[in-house]
């Protein structure tokens, strides 16, 4: 999965840098970030490779806004990125990276605070999922069979999301109670 299809796929309607990163916040944060400084150059390059066109906007509020609108052949490379085999690629999880090398610390009572810590974050994140679905679920009556074609497969993301980070929860627990166990910690 790369930068590029995704902000191909987010114009679906004209849009300017500002309001890609928006709906990045809204809807694919569970499973992409990606920050003005990234998202800014990548329109610029999609724009030079004939795949969006740009217009700039007068704006009330300063400098005149870019709006981006995908062209055909930008069509066509967002529709032949959706028709490559499924991509898993690397992923980063910087609090495995760190757990990694929690030998380091000296003090378990320490690495027992950090999964502690790890487990209200992974709380605070499955409640906003949550949050979300039922949301979505309040709005259909047959949830998830009659969102639109466009909805149903959003909403499928969200699943993922859902249970990748209750797996990373009962991880989570799993690690606190060996950490607990291993040096007689009070839980």
């Excluded at 069979?145 to 929860?169: C, P």
Aim: glycine share 4%; with cysteine; hydrophobic share 35%.
């Amino acid at each position: 999965m790369s930068l590029p299809h995704i902000v191909l796929g987010l114009l679906d309607e004209p849009a300017s840098g500002y309001d890609i990163k928006n709906k990045f916040n809204r809807s694919l944060v569970h499973f992409w970030r990606a920050e003005l400084a990234q998202i800014y150059p990548t329109l610029k390059k999609l724009t030079a490779q004939g795949l969006l066109e740009c217009q700039e906007v007068p704006s009330s509020k300063g400098p005149a806004r870019k709006i981006y609108r995908r062209t055909a052949r930008g069509d066509n490379v967002l529709l032949e990125w959706l028709c490559d085999p499924p991509s898993t690629g690397a992923t980063r999880i910087p609090y495995l990276a760190q757990t990694y090398f929690l030998n380091h610390l000296d003090d378990p009572a320490r690495t027992l605070e950090f999964f502690n810590d790890l487990k209200e974050i992974i709380a605070e994140k499955i409640e906003s999922l949550q949050q979300a679905n039922s949301e979505w679920a309040s709005h259909y009556p047959e949830f998830p069979e009659s969102l639109s074609d466009e909805d149903f497969y959003k909403q499928m993301t969200l699943e993922n999301g859902l249970a990748v980070w209750t797996a990373r929860q009962a991880w989570c627990e799993m690690c606190r109670h060996r950490i607990i166990k291993r040096y007689g910690l009070q839980a």
